[in-house]
């Protein structure tokens, strides 16, 4: 994909955030993300035995982001305007089709199969066309060599428009260091990209953008167009081993700024970023694939928390998809649901007080942080009651599915709250469509 091409896609995907989902509020500059740093305790992370290492104390980086998609200038759409088309193609979908499209699976939660899927087999083909999800999530396992992966990814987007004229989210995380599928693997003759602690140690912005770049342009050449990147997490808790390596660090306006520099550089390669842990798991102790976790605030410390800062800013500056994360906030909610699942958490980024136009997607909705204390079907209802867009499962698809279904027909779920999400999807994917039918 060419440079302007890549650009105009950035924006574009600016333009549907502000004017096809809802107003956001303008992105605050670098000058006031430095700002916030007079005003946010750092803790002290002594103790620690491992390669993290944290930036020191230093100016707000001034170095601009290459994608002008963050600053564009907000507009409201005109009431006048002619009928959206793709309003009146949310109306013609059926609702089994639009519950499809809420998931995010991988190939094997489609089949059932105990092996990793490699290839777009006649399994693979039936199993969509029964249930013709919105997105794949390919892991280190489903990828052997780059023809191999290039033709996987092509095949499911094949897949995808012969069921429903509609592409698929291809995604992928590859956030470099310990958490990269497809630069870590040998076949893929790729160089190495090192982890965001060390990037985040170095305090250079630029070196992030370009790593975002580089891991875009790779990502794109294979197929995949989201990456579950960059991990925005802020290390608080330096008994944290989930996000150790993968943090920038512990400075929420260097975590901000390192974490939107990657994204440009996505943005610019065409690959769709996506912030995640919100609201924070770099300030926990526990790990959410094993079971549950927390963290200590009240709501009033929440939002005045280094671990939330940059999820606010993401949701106010065009970023266009946010994981939630299954990290409890007890004393905040009254109650021990992990945000993923918290419809008083989510609406910190969307509803009462919040209003981020972009999408919302759970964490693995296989972990123990989930799977110890819900159904698969309970965890799906939640997290779309929740107000989250996409849920990212691995195993009990057709499980979770049909409970989403059961508790609309019922009207346990209303029918709006899947049209809103789906909307938003088929918005971003509009966008994703234009940007490859244009590409040389």
């Not at 982001?65 to 059926?94: F, H, K, N, S």
Request: hydrophobic residues 40%; contains cysteine.
């Amino acid at each position: 994909m060419n440079k302007n091409l890549c650009r105009c896609l950035a924006c574009a995907l600016a333009l549907w955030l502000l004017t096809g989902c809802g107003k956001a509020p303008e992105p605050a500059p670098s000058s006031a993300l430095a700002a916030t740093r007079e005003a946010s305790a750092v803790p002290e992370t002594s103790g620690e035995t491992t390669t993290q290492t944290e930036p020191a104390a230093q100016s707000s980086p001034t170095t601009e982001p290459a994608t002008e998609a963050m600053t564009e200038p907000m507009t409201e759409p005109d009431p006048t305007d002619a009928p959206d088309p793709l309003a009146e193609r949310l109306a013609a979908m059926t609702l089994e089709g639009k519950v499809a499209q809420l998931f995010v699976v991988t190939p094997e939660a489609l089949t059932g199969a105990t092996n990793y899927i490699t290839a777009a087999d006649e399994s693979l083909r039936e199993a969509y066309a029964q249930l013709p999800v919105g997105g794949v999530l390919l892991m280190g396992g489903n990828l052997k060599d780059p023809a191999q992966t290039k033709a996987l990814c092509a095949d499911l987007q094949v897949m995808s428009r012969e069921a429903l004229d509609l592409s698929l989210f291809l995604c992928v995380d590859e956030e470099g260091g310990v958490v990269a599928r497809v630069s870590g693997n040998p076949a893929f003759g790729l160089d190495p990209v090192p982890s965001m602690t060390e990037v985040g140690a170095s305090g250079d912005v630029e070196r992030a953008r370009q790593l975002g770049a580089q891991v875009g342009g790779s990502l794109r050449e294979l197929g995949f167009n989201v990456d579950f990147a960059p991990d925005a997490d802020v290390l608080t808790n330096p008994e944290n081993q989930v996000v150790r390596s993968r943090s920038f660090g512990s400075d929420p306006v260097l975590v901000t700024e390192m974490a939107r520099a990657f994204s440009d550089g996505l943005l610019e390669q065409g690959v769709l970023p996506c912030w995640k842990h919100f609201p924070g798991h770099g300030g926990t102790a526990e790990d959410t694939h094993k079971g549950f976790a927390s963290l200590p605030y009240t709501m009033e410390e929440l939002l005045d928390s280094d671990e939330l800062k940059p999820f606010l800013y993401a949701a106010s500056s065009g970023i266009p998809i946010i994981m939630t994360g299954h990290i409890a906030v007890p004393a905040a909610t009254g109650d021990e649901l992990p945000a993923s699942l918290s419809e008083q958490l989510v609406s910190l980024l969307r509803g009462e007080t919040g209003n981020y136009p972009g999408l919302l997607i759970t964490d693995g909705l296989a972990m123990k942080a989930i799977t110890q204390r819900y159904t698969p079907g309970e965890a799906a209802v939640l997290a779309l009651r929740a107000g989250n867009d996409l849920l990212l499962v691995s195993e009990h698809l057709q499980e979770a599915y049909d409970a989403v279904l059961d508790a609309v027909r019922k009207g346990e779920l209303p029918e709006a709250r899947i049209d809103e999400s789906v909307l938003r999807i088929l918005r971003i994917k509009e966008t994703l469509e234009t940007a490859s039918a244009a590409t040389p």
